[in-house]
């Protein structure tokens, strides 16, 4: 069990900054999840925790005590990559059993262990397989074994889901979060792909070019953006981000006008395609007409013109209409969000 704590964290290699002061209280149990785009600094930031780089300014701690002269092995952090990194010529329970022989764990403990983290993982009937027999789901648990297997204070994940398919990486996730409770190992996990994030953060870093620019539980990012980054990388399909001015008459943009909206300037109105309806004449904020229709089921995606910029909505399931029809659509205004045009930051007046 253990917290980690990060305090100024950065690295650059000569003018390139990878990792730019990065403040981060991770608390022992806590499933922590760092999201953003590619390049943004979430590896880097976790082969620093783990000890694999090391940084150019600021202090790491575990567990209170700052870890910058520990070395990698002597860390007790345990790490899962994307790439499953298996031996290929021993068999599963060797592989699993690998970590334990690296740190002298006595023989006669070893079975139990290995048998034990197999099991948690489902994979206890497949353990004389080498890993090319094995599924890709399987090998990504066989490489969570090992990771399991020596009871580390801290579990690292660098995208350990992305090789799977759709399928296979929904039912990989739950396990992944059943497996994280169980053991309430403090986990830091890797990802770019916001749902993943969602689903098993109890926290969300959300990092872009170096720096975090939320720190949040799910519900806090879904709903109290930090800025129009924040905003636009949460959420699928994404928060819609109209660009117009604030005057004497409200918002106005490109086929959108809005009454009563408070401020001044150049204004970036978000609003989520679950957060528009289909208006009634006179009582809209939108005129435009359809551009495109996708029906999913359980939900009907539609989308308008607005000048240049396409405006998604969720609107009812059995919503069904021609492209080109006219059409009307309003925004729950209790639920849309303001950003200066200019700095991307949340206005919160
Ligand atoms: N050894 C290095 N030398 C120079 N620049 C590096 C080095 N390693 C990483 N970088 C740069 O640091 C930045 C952060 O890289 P990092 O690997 O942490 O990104 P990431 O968020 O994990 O991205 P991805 O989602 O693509 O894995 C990138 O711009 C990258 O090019
Ligand atoms: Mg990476």
């Known amino acids: 069990m253990a917290s980690i704590t990060l305090r100024g964290v950065s690295k650059s290699w000569g003018d390139v900054v990878g990792v730019s002061a990065v403040d981060l209280d991770i608390r022992d ?25 090391e940084q ?3 202090n790491i701690l575990i567990d209170g005590q700052d870890v910058t002269d520990v070395d990698a092995r002597d860390r007790d952090v345990a790490m899962v990559f994307q790439s499953y990194a298996l031996y290929p010529n021993m068999s599963i329970y060797e592989n699993i059993r690998f970590p334990l022989r690296m740190r002298n764990v006595p023989r006669q403990k ?19 397989r080498k890993p090319k027999a094995l599924s890709g789901g399987q090998r990504q648990r066989a490489a969570l074994a090992r990771a399991i297997v020596r009871h580390p204070q ?17 039912s990989m996730r739950a396990q992944l979060k059943h497996i994280q409770r169980r053991l309430e190992t403090t986990t830091v996990y890797v990802t770019h792909d916001q749902i993943e994030a969602m ?14 620019q939320q720190i949040g539980t799910p519900d806090d990012v879904y709903n109290d953006p930090a800025n129009v980054f924040v905003a636009g ?24 006008k809005i009454k009563g909206v408070k401020g001044s300037g150049n204004v970036t109105l978000g609003v989520r395609p679950e957060d528009i309806t289909v208006a009634k004449k006179g009582q809209s904020h939108i005129k435009s007409t359809i551009y495109s229709l996708e029906p999913t089921g359980d939900q009907t995606l539609l989308t308008v013109k607005l000048g240049n910029q ?23 205004l209790e639920r849309a969000f303001k950003f200066d045009t200019a700095s991307g930051e949340r206005i919160r007046s």
């Open 29 to 53: 149990k806590e499933f922590i999840v760092f999201l953003g785009p590619s390049g943004c600094g979430k590896t880097t930031t976790m082969r620093m925790i783990a000890g694999l780089e």
């Open 56 to 58: 150019t300014g600021g």
């Open 110 to 128: 070893q079975d139990a262990m290995v048998r034990e983290a197999a099991n948690m993982v489902e994979l206890g009937d497949l353990l004389e």
């Open 154 to 170: 801290v579990f690292l994940m660098d995208e350990p889901l992305s090789n799977l398919d759709a399928k296979l990486r929904l």
């Open 199 to 212: 689903t098993l953060a109890d926290r969300i870093v959300i990092m872009n070019k170096g720096k975090i």
């Open 233 to 256: 990388f949460i959420g699928s399909p994404p928060m819609n981000l109209i660009p117009g001015t604030i005057g004497k008459n409200g918002f106005e943009a490109p086929a959108t």
């Open 310 to 332: 396409l405006l998604v909505a969720r609107v009812d399931r059995s919503f069904r209409q021609q492209i080109d029809t006219p059409i009307e659509l309003a925004f729950d």
